[in-house]
């Protein structure tokens, strides 16, 4: 039996820093990023959780242009980009491998009562200079935060608590479908009166990807990025990666909240919940080797 991996696409994966969120920008990274997927398909099973900060950001501001309709939710948003995205990569999946491919429109439950409500920090969208992003948020009620040297909309990401359709996913893993799932972090959806409704949020997508691992029991989480590790005192001049390391070593250190710390979070989480799983956060153009233990960073009990 093969064993399972857990995939999660990093934003970055899917449109570069400062590009265009065109159709054909994207469907060019994603054409890498299935040519480095279809590498593992006779090894692994595989499941793939895509990030949407970029789309789902894109599709908000487009809502708020458009004032002949009342704006969608967030969750209908993160619904819309879990088909827009997944679509475009069972598409270029299916120029390179034979197995089947199953996209999973995926709801994750959180709480309702999280306090991350009441401290936004998922960004999402493009990246503005500090006096456009400043004009945008009072325009459209925006809520902002400095991401790097500019600046982007914030809006809340709750602790994902389960995963409605695991076993749908873990069902269709095991007749050896490459499974795309759980996009965007997954449709947000919270207890209201007995019933599980849609909540407005968009969950961090690396915190999906390693609770799914974890219900699973995957065998391996795998974050890919567009830097090849995890590097301390990142863009310094003593910067320095980290090629393996400990969860005890590395919870002493620190990462920017918008972008590493998240993903640390996510693999030590998932390590410190499975026996033997491994995690590893690599460059999407060295999957292969990472598995092998010859790029990015491996995380260890």
């Known amino acids: 039996m093969k064993p399972t ?54 599709l908000a501001q487009q809502n708020d242009i458009d004032t002949s309709v009342p704006a969608y939710p967030l969750s209908c948003l993160v619904a819309e980009t879990q088909g827009m995205i997944s679509t475009i990569l069972v598409q270029e999946l299916r120029k390179l491998v034979k197995q089947p491919i199953t996209s999973i429109i995926t709801h994750i439950e959180v709480d309702s009562r999280d306090e991350a409500f009441l401290a936004p920090n998922k960004f999402i969208g493009s990246v503005y200079d500090q006096a456009e992003a400043e004009a945008l948020a009072k325009k459209y009620h925006w809520q902002i935060k400095q991401d790097g040297q500019y600046y982007r909309r914030v809006v809340a990401s709750p602790k994902p608590l389960s995963i409605q359709e695991n076993e749908i996913i873990r069902s269709a893993l095991e007749q050896d ?115 092998e233990n010859k790029a990015g960073t491996r995380v260890i009990r």
Not at 6 to 35: C, E, H, P, T
Not at 180 to 207: E, R
Not at 244 to 255: I, Q, R
């Open 5 to 58: 991996i857990v995939i999660a696409l990093g934003g970055n994966a899917l449109l570069k820093r400062g590009q265009i969120m065109s159709y054909d920008n994207q469907l060019a990274n994603i054409s890498l990023v299935a040519a480095a997927i279809s590498q593992l398909v006779d090894k692994y099973r595989i499941a793939i959780v895509h990030g949407n900060g970029p789309q789902v950001g894109l």
């Open 177 to 291: 479908n490459i499974v795309i799932c759980c996009g965007g972090g997954g449709i947000p959806v919270s207890k209201q009166n007995g019933q599980l409704l849609n909540i407005d949020c968009v969950i961090d997508k690396d915190a999906s990807a390693s609770l799914l691992a974890k219900e699973i029991q995957a065998e391996y989480f795998l974050i890919l990025t567009d830097g090849d590790g995890i590097y301390l005192n990142w863009g310094k001049d003593n910067q320095r990666k980290l090629d393996e390391v400990s969860v005890s070593e590395l919870l002493t250190y620190e990462f920017d909240k918008g972008s590493m710390q998240p993903k640390v979070d996510a693999i030590v989480d998932y390590v410190c919940n499975m026996n033997n799983g491994v995690g590893i956060i690599a460059d999407m153009n060295f999957v292969a080797e990472a598995l």
